[in-house]
């Protein structure tokens, strides 16, 4: 059984939130701010789609630049590095943050395993009967930690710490369960020829990981090699960015042994967070949230797919988080987090459910020929997204405030 969550465990938690390489201030503060600039850019985006931009938008997004369009460029170039920061986030916590041990996985990952379940459920049941738009299954288990902080920012100093530090444990966990849906159920024809060669470039890396090579600039080189082969391979290449981070070294740089929190990993995902969280994903986010209302027609709000989606994401995400949650803390396996109620699991429960880049990012693989499918999805991410957002910030913001934070 897990102890109790008490003063003398979240002092350390408090430390560690302020430490370079565990769940730092710094990391909650871009992503909360990271956020709120993404619901700009969608917000944009559904206004130039909607308007006499229109054309000019999709025609941006259909020139190429060299071998590739604008847009592939963005879904498999920028956001290969996008899953890089996941990647080197899930190594990092899960070796020396605060997923590094089970105790501390328990209740995040049960959390994030309901919320992947119930969704997938949820939206098959409307579309069970459609093989077509049944490959959409995976769009309403993600969770946009960039998002959800932000909306928990708005609420500032009302929010527990600890229950901020149970969502990013919880979308991160969620993300490596997005990746391993991607790599397994969106993979196209593969090329065997392109797949050992990006298997004998992963091999190198981690030869040189374990040879020690103290500078970044070999790991990234070769995880560009890396990034090629796997783009031709029929995986897609943003888990690239994946395999790379598990390549990069947690060691202590030499010289430096007491001196973690300057490894090669630290150093390259402190040097990430704010382009991914300030330019990459809100890049991302304007390219793939225009849906065009004359295209997909009201109608679609009545949608099988539409409804799976936005009721995966809000109805979904809220069993399937908070049931889990509260079955693992009835059984014993996990406690709540420290000076939370139940009314905030419910509130974080709700903004779990605010699923837009990765969601969008599935959205694009389930159905990568039919744009009007696409459409479709996006509207129920949009509408599911928001409404589970403004519901969990009215849930937060009747939650009782924690000792000593006077409530507005």
Not at 24 to 34: D, I, K, P, V, W
Not at 55 to 73: E, K, N, V
Request: contains cysteine; glycine residues 10%.
């Amino acid at each position: 059984m897990i102890k109790p969550i008490t003063d003398a465990v979240v002092k350390p938690i408090t430390k560690a939130v302020k430490r370079p390489f565990s769940l730092t201030r710094g990391f909650l503060e871009s992503e909360a701010s990271g956020g709120l600039l993404l619901m700009a850019a969608a917000a944009a985006a559904l206004v130039v789609a909607n308007s006499a931009l229109a054309p000019t938008y999709h025609g941006a997004l259909h020139a190429y630049l060299g071998p590739l369009s604008i847009g592939y460029w963005i879904n498999d170039g920028l956001m290969a590095v996008f899953f890089l920061l996941v990647g080197l986030e899930i190594k990092r916590e899960m070796l020396d943050g605060q997923l590094a041990s089970w105790s501390n996985r328990a209740l995040p990952g049960i959390a994030a395993a309901g919320g992947m379940l119930v969704p997938a459920l949820i939206f098959l049941f409307f579309n069970a009967g459609s093989p077509e738009t049944a490959k959409g299954w995976a769009i309403p288990t993600a969770t946009d930690i960039a998002f959800a902080l932000g909306v928990m920012s708005l609420l500032g100093p009302r929010v527990p710490a600890a229950l901020k530090v149970f969502l990013a444990a919880l979308a991160i966990i969620d993300d490596l369960g997005a990746v391993i849906i991607i790599a397994l159920f969106y993979t196209g024809g593969l090329s065997i020829l392109d797949l050992g060669l990006a298997a004998l470039t992963f091999a190198v890396l981690m030869g040189m990981n374990r040879a020690g090579v103290a500078r970044l600039w070999p790991f990234l080189l070769l995880g560009a090699v890396l990034w090629f082969f796997v783009l031709r391979s029929g995986i897609h290449a943003t888990i690239a960015g994946v395999l790379l981070a598990l390549t990069i070294p947690l060691q202590p740089a030499p010289g430096r042994p007491d001196d973690v929190a300057h490894s090669l990993l630290h150093r390259l995902e402190h040097a990430l967070q704010r382009p991914v969280a300030f330019i990459i994903v809100p890049i991302f986010g304007f390219a793939n949230a225009g849906v065009s209302f004359d295209e997909a027609g009201w109608a679609a709000l009545r949608e099988p797919l539409t409804i799976g989606v936005a009721l995966g994401l809000l109805l979904g995400k809220l069993v399937g988080v908070f049931g889990a949650s509260a079955l693992a803390i009835a059984t014993g396996l996990a406690t709540l987090p420290f000076r939370t109620t139940w009314l905030h699991m419910v509130g974080v429960a709700l903004l779990c459910g605010v699923g837009f880049t990765m969601s969008l990012f599935i959205a694009l693989l389930a159905f990568p020929d039919t744009a009007l499918l696409q459409e479709k999805a996006k509207l129920g991410i949009l509408g599911g997204s928001l409404i589970a957002g403004l519901l969990g910030w009215v849930v937060l913001r009747a939650a009782p405030a924690p000792q000593g934070v006077r409530a507005e």
